[in-house]
Nanobody, 124 residues
């Protein structure tokens, strides 16, 4: 399976910023769709944002204008810049990938491979 490793999580006050990174093996980013999916305590996994090979992106309404997904094919890494963080953003953030997800699906079940996640905690 593809290996995905997330980093960059931490504790931040509301209104602050964090940048998450996801490194993939074998230049997967060049061939697979990539997504960020989060899971808050007691909640189902929730789509956050995704990017395809050509750089096309799609984001959940709840994060539009605050979060920006980007990728670096040379480093085989995808990023999630998170600004103006809110307490509702507190969750474990997972990097996910799929070679078959179409139109950058907002359904977490369409994403096949997952990293271990990185915790983001937003305090008031």
């Amino acid at each position: 399976q593809v290996q995905l490793v997330e980093s960059g999580g931490g504790l931040v006050q509301a209104g602050g910023s964090l940048r998450l990174a996801c490194a993939a093996c074998g230049r997967t980013f060049a061939y697979y769709n990539m997504a960020w999916v989060r899971q808050a305590p007691g909640k189902e996994r929730e789509f956050v944002s995704a990017i395809n090979w050509s750089g096309y992106t799609n984001s959940a309404d709840s994060v539009k204008g605050r979060f920006t997904i980007s990728g670096d094919n040379a480093k085989n890494t995808v990023y999630l810049q998170m600004n103006n963080l809110k307490s509702d953003d507190t969750a474990v953030y997972f990097c996910a990938t799929s070679a078959t997800a179409t139109a950058l699906s907002t359904s977490p079940s369409r994403w096949n491979y997952w990293g271990q996640g990185t915790q983001v905690t937003v305090s008031s």
